[in-house]
């Protein structure tokens, strides 16, 4: 029984009904292709919607989640309770001479385009990361020896009273899969990015060796969450999972890849049950030979099924 049918004409006040959805299935919102229903989906297109809905759900005392586009995000198979917040609508972007301002909702991969089109480099390395620039800023997302924190100049943020902030990379206090973001709960909405001219076939050159990198070496034909664990200090998580014996692993429907040990993956019509009963087990196992705890850089949300 869905308790939170009644906020849904307040909703449609704010955002246009076409972008309103009702036990929405999860699954169809994460890159793991998992998820039960989430009670109300909400997909506004300005910054003015985000917090009206903001303000709506904190008025009347309603749960509420904010995601990108799903490709960090395992959502429990009972779903989720009250709304959630999705804002890949949030999309524009804007190039002027060595600076990006992309809004959160923007794909890295969109961003890596306009930096190659205006021959800008120093992004080069998260050209093959799925997420969008929101999900990027929150964990300080990187890659191949690059991170956020590398480029970033300024991020307007909301913060948890619905008040906008502009905050500076230094006040964003971004650390290895971690930030400000991520402490105080702000919602990015807009980040500025500082790069450098370059060369366009340079650049161009860098992006096609680093995809034929990922492709190599990632699992990408299955649906997966990327890399499902935090590298713990002075290890990699791939190969202390590799050296357990767990490569190819598999509980249910999901699997520890044969490709990259680092990545669990919906081999077969996983449940979120199967990819947390397996990502306890990876822990477990290392832990026990090895004495190093693994912890998830994946968000884990919402509801286990009841009984």
């Known amino acids: 029984m869905n308790q939170y049918l009644h906020l849904v004409p307040e909703i449609k006040e704010i955002v246009e009904e076409k972008n309103v959805f009702i036990d929405e299935p999860m699954r169809k919102h994460t890159y793991f292709k998992i998820g039960g229903p989430a009670d109300i989906l909400v997909l506004p297109e300005t910054i003015e919607q985000v917090i009206g809905l903001l303000k709506l759900c904190i008025s009347k005392k309603v749960p509420h989640h904010i995601i990108g586009n799903g490709s960090n995000l395992l959502v429990k198979d009972g779903g989720i309770r009250g709304v959630v917040i999705k804002l890949c609508s949030l999309n524009q972007i804007e190039v002027e001479e060595d600076k990006i301002t992309a809004m959160c909702g923007v794909l890295l991969s969109d961003v890596s385009k306009s930096a190659l089109q205006n021959s ?31 480029v970033i100049e300024t991020a307007l943020v ?73 590298r713990p200090v002075g290890f990699f998580a791939g190969k202390l999972i590799q050296d357990s014996g767990l490569k190819g692993k598999s509980l249910g429907g999901a699997a520890v890849s044969e490709k990259h040990s680092g990545f669990i993956i919906n081999k077969n019509n996983a449940s979120a049950k199967d990819i947390l009963d397996l990502i306890n087990l990876v822990q477990n196992t290392v832990k026990e030979k090895f004495g190093v705890e693994l912890h998830t850089e994946i968000r884990i949300i919402g509801d286990d099924i009841a009984g």
Request: charge should be negative; proline fraction near 3%; hydrophobic fraction near 35%.
């Open 120 to 150: 800008l480099t120093g992004f080069e390395f998260a050209c093959g990361i799925p997420g969008t620039i929101g999900g990027a800023v929150t964990m300080n997302a990187g890659a191949y020896g690059g991170e956020m924190v590398d």
């Open 158 to 230: 909301l913060d948890e009273q619905c008040n906008l902030k502009i905050l500076t990379n230094e006040e964003l206090e971004l650390g290895y899969r971690t930030s400000a973001v991520m402490k105080y709960n702000y919602i990015v909405l807009k980040v500025t990015l500082k790069l450098k001219q370059g060369e366009y076939e340079e650049i161009n050159g860098r992006i096609k060796e680093l995809t034929a990198k990922r492709e190599e070496k990632q699992p990408l034909e299955y649906p997966s969450a990327g890399s499902t664990f935090k």
